[in-house]
């Protein structure tokens, strides 16, 4: 009797184990109940332009391309543009003339039967062809993000690769091209996808000790295999999160401030690097009170240069708020460029020293070292061949000085290696997207993994109190996994993956 108990139960437990999983997968490969409907939108950019790309996708495709090229034309050959005139469905208006693609379902991007009209890019024409597919039954305009949707909802590309191709559309610079393209590619879903499969693997085992270890059908031992596999997928997920955070700041930018004291040049070289009047130059002091800020691509990398407000002690109180703003901006900075007034350091090579380093102190935070940042040593057009070299010479002999440079943001001179210097640094913040493995770019993967490294602790404080306990840990750090793929809760997060992306994509 005890023994077909035992059977029930187990049996009952792997049903309940098993509908849980088809529930899940049927609402991830379903999606919302929105498929049956054929959406479209322009999907190349706003404004006049050569050629307009406009995108249809849903059941109704076949239909929507039929009327607009005319009933007596056949379907184009699939994935092959063809040459059609372009007919108001309604008052048969010729509306332009241009290519026409046909990508029948499950071979699209989304997933379903799927059109593009290839038009001339005149507001007109785009304005016309849209106007003419909405006033077709079933056929409404797409939301924003609602194509690449629906292309996750089918299954063609879990959420890390949407993500990489939002953040492909929106790169400015080289490396975040590099970095978007190789997510996209699925680099980074390859590896959680492999780090899941080893965790289920993990969690059917620690499933089948405890249902059959009473049989005694169980290799000897096999927790101690899970352990050990547990312990390793942990450190690689540890070794993957010390990153110190360089995939995210590769796709959101590189905080550089500006600081110093005032009148030290700080706006000068804003405006340097910049090329164009972005700050306010005068001669007098407390110009600036406010932050200022300005994108740039440094070497293919991305920043956000900050120029603030020069720090001194003001009776000023808007000046007082500024130099507030400085000291918190400073803080908050992957890299600061202490700017220095050359002129105004002292000529004895230790009293050059003593200088910058006070200066230094005054800038930066109370223990923050010289790696992440910079002495930019401005007016060196002011000094005299001599004071030149006494000032290189005192930062040689000081090795605790961070790495500094010369220039002259009046005649340019020393730009060019102060560029080099500061791309250097840059590219060391974010390093090469290329190189190594992918990069965790999203504060969403970040805040999962921990979620999953602390569910694996949980595995092995219960592991010897009570191993189904154990096994809910490994099934909470499998499930933190999933939700970075899209392949646990989903719809979750969905909102927020989707937000950012343009009309037609």
């Known amino acids: ?60 495709s076949a239909l929507a391309l039929r009327s607009l090229t ?45 059109a593009e009209f290839h038009v001339h890019g005149g507001p007109a024409v785009i304005s016309g062809v849209l106007e003419a597919l909405g006033s077709l039954p079933n056929l409404r305009p797409a939301d924003a993000g609602e194509f690449t949707r629906r292309a996750f909802h089918a299954g063609k590309l879990d959420l ?28 980074l879903g390859r590896l959680y996808r492999d780090w899941s499969q080893r965790l289920t693997q993990c969690l059917a085992h620690v499933e089948a000790f405890i249902d059959f270890s009473e049989d005694e059908l169980m290799e000897h031992g096999v927790l101690n295999q899970v352990e050990e596999c547990l312990s ?29 004291a005032t009148n030290a040049g700080k706006s000068s070289l804003l405006n340097l ?8 130059v005068s001669p007098v002091a407390g110009t600036t009170r406010d932050v200022v800020e300005s994108c740039v691509d440094i070497g293919g990398f991305p920043v956000l240069l900050s120029d603030t407000a020069g720090l001194r002690d003001t009776l000023d109180s808007v000046e007082r708020e500024g130099v507030r703003r400085a000291r918190e901006r400073v803080q908050q900075a992957d890299l600061a460029l202490v700017v220095v007034d050359s002129s105004q350091l002292f000529q004895d090579a230790l009293h050059i020293a003593a200088a910058l380093s006070t200066q230094l102190a005054e800038v930066l935070p109370a223990g923050e070292g010289p790696a992440r940042c910079l002495l930019v040593l401005n007016k060196s057009d002011l000094l005299s061949e001599e004071q030149h070299r006494g000032i290189m010479g005192a930062l040689r002999e000081r090795g605790d000085l961070p790495r500094a440079c010369l220039l002259s943001c009046h005649t340019n001179s020393g730009v060019n290696d102060f560029l080099s210097l500061l791309k250097d640094a840059v590219q060391t913040l974010c390093a090469d997207p290329l190189t190594g493995g992918p990069s965790l770019t999203q504060a969403r993967h970040r805040a999962h993994l921990l979620e999953c490294v602390r569910a694996l602790a949980q595995y092995r404080q219960y592991r010897d109190l009570d191993l189904a306990l154990a096994a809910e840990g490994v099934r909470l750090a499998l499930t933190a996994l999933g939700r970075i793929t899209g392949r646990v809760g989903a719809e979750e997060i969905l909102d927020i993956v989707f937000r950012d992306f343009c009309i037609g994509k």
């Open 160 to 187: 890390t690769e949407v993500e990489g191709l939002g953040d492909l559309i929106h790169a400015e610079t080289e490396a975040q091209r590099r970095q978007a393209l190789r997510q996209m590619a699925g680099d």
């Open 232 to 260: 390793v997928l942990r450190g690689e997920i540890e070794e993957h999160l010390r990153d110190e955070r360089k995939g995210e700041r590769l796709r959101s930018g590189v905080q550089v401030v500006i600081a110093g």
């Open 273 to 280: 690097l910049c090329q164009r009047p972005a700050a306010i």
């Open 70 to 114: 005319g009933p007596r034309q056949s379907l184009p050959t699939p994935r092959k543009a063809m040459l059609r005139d372009l007919i108001h469905p309604h008052s048969k208006e010729m509306l332009d003339r241009g290519l026409v693609l046909w990508f029948p379902g499950p071979h699209s991007f989304t997933g379903e039967d799927s």
């Open 1 to 60: 009797m005890h023994c077909v108990i035992g059977e029930v139960a187990r049996a009952s437990t792997f049903l309940a184990r098993a509908l849980r999983c088809s529930t899940i997968k049927r609402a991830i490969n379903n999606g919302p109940d929105s498929t049956s409907e054929t959406i479209f939108a322009l999907s190349s950019g706003q404004g006049k332009c050569g050629v307009a790309v406009i995108r249809i996708s849903g059941p109704a």
